[in-house]
C-alpha cells in the first residue's frame, strides 16, 4: 500500500486542497479492514481444513471457494444468477461427488476392476 501512496502523491501534490481529496478515503479504510479480516479467517479456515483431510480433499476447497464467491456476488452485490451459473455448480458438485467416490459410473467401475 506505500507504494501505491508514493505512485499518487505526484497527483495529490497538484491538487489544490489534499484534505479535500482525504475526505472519501475514510470510508475506504473500513473496506480495507473489512477485505483484510475475510482474508485472515480464510486462511484460518484453510489450515484448519488441511489439517483434518488428505490431499484430495484439501485440493477441492478451490471448489467451494467458488461456489461461496457466486453466493457473495449474489447476496451482497445483487448479481443476477442465471441458469448457466446452476449448470456450472451442478457440473461441479458432479465433479466432486466422482473425485470423492460418493459418485460411481459403472463403467468406471468395469474399467477398474478390469485393471486389477
Do not use: C, K
Amino acid at each position: 500500500m506505500f507504494s501505491q501512496v508514493l505512485l499518487l502523491l505526484p497527483a495529490l501534490l497538484l491538487i489544490d486542497d489534499p484534505t479535500a481529496a482525504a475526505g472519501p478515503m475514510t470510508a475506504v479504510w473500513w473496506i480495507v479492514l473489512g477485505i483484510g479480516l475475510l482474508t485472515a479467517g480464510s486462511y484460518a479456515l484453510t489450515f484448519f481444513i488441511q489439517d483434518r483431510t488428505d490431499s484430495v480433499g484439501f485440493s477441492q476447497v478451490g471448489y467451494f471457494a467458488t461456489i461461496s464467491g457466486v453466493l457473495v456476488a449474489a447476496l451482497v452485490f445483487a448479481e443476477p444468477i442465471g441458469p448457466v451459473i446452476f449448470v456450472a455448480i451442478a457440473v461441479l458438485f458432479v465433479g466432486l461427488a466422482l473425485t470423492n467416490g460418493h459418485l460411481q459410473l459403472p463403467l468406471l467401475r468395469r474399467s477398474n476392476s478390469q485393471n486389477n
